[in-house]
């Protein structure tokens, strides 16, 4: 699967932003779905996960209340809602795919887990 993100720019702190993500292929409802971030001099970090049931989604503790990931199964596509965002939500946002049926691994948060990647989005929370 192909994976093109989209939706960053700058907000500042408090504000809101909406990521997509559209995949591109065949049977995207039995990939879980993924975001993680990269800040500048840091690691790529695990931010949520999704499978195609509802609810199995997991989100790490830094983002939970406040981010909200979701997927259009029929467009193929992965959203992440962020809500009261601050500036160490600064990063590139990456959307990530591992073909799971059966969802084990929404709550892997391990990068090495997924096999497809999109090429990022920057996201800039000024405060």
Same mark, same amino acid.
């Given at each position: 699967? *192909?994976?093109?993100?989209?939706?960053?720019?700058?907000?500042? $702190?408090?504000?809101?932003?909406?990521?997509?993500? =559209? =995949?591109?292929?065949?049977?995207?409802?039995?990939?879980?779905? $993924?975001?993680?971030? *990269? $800040?500048?001099?840091?690691?790529?970090?695990?931010? %949520? %996960?999704?499978?195609?049931?509802?609810?199995?989604?997991?989100?790490?503790? #830094?983002?939970?209340?406040?981010?909200?990931?979701?997927? /259009?199964? =029929?467009?193929?596509?992965?959203?992440?809602?962020?809500? #009261?965002?601050?500036?160490?939500?600064?990063?590139?946002?990456?959307?990530? %795919?591992?073909?799971?049926?059966?969802?084990?691994?929404?709550?892997?948060?391990? #990068?090495? /887990?997924?096999?497809?990647?999109? *090429?990022?989005? *920057?996201?800039?929370?000024?405060?």
């Amino acid at each position: 699967v *192909q994976l093109q993100a989209s939706g960053g720019g700058l907000v500042q $702190a408090g504000g809101s932003l909406r990521l997509s993500c =559209a =995949a591109s292929g065949r049977s995207f409802s039995r990939y879980v779905m $993924a975001w993680f971030r *990269q $800040a500048p001099g840091k690691e790529r970090e695990f931010v %949520a %996960a999704i499978g195609w049931r509802a609810g199995n989604i997991y989100y790490a503790d #830094s983002v939970k209340g406040r981010f909200t990931i979701s997927r /259009d199964n =029929a467009e193929n596509t992965v959203y992440l809602q962020m809500n #009261s965002l601050k500036p160490e939500d600064t990063a590139v946002y990456y959307c990530a %795919a591992k073909r799971d049926y059966y969802g084990d691994y929404v709550s892997s948060g391990r #990068s090495s /887990d997924f096999d497809s990647w999109g *090429q990022g989005t *920057q996201v800039t929370v000024s405060s």
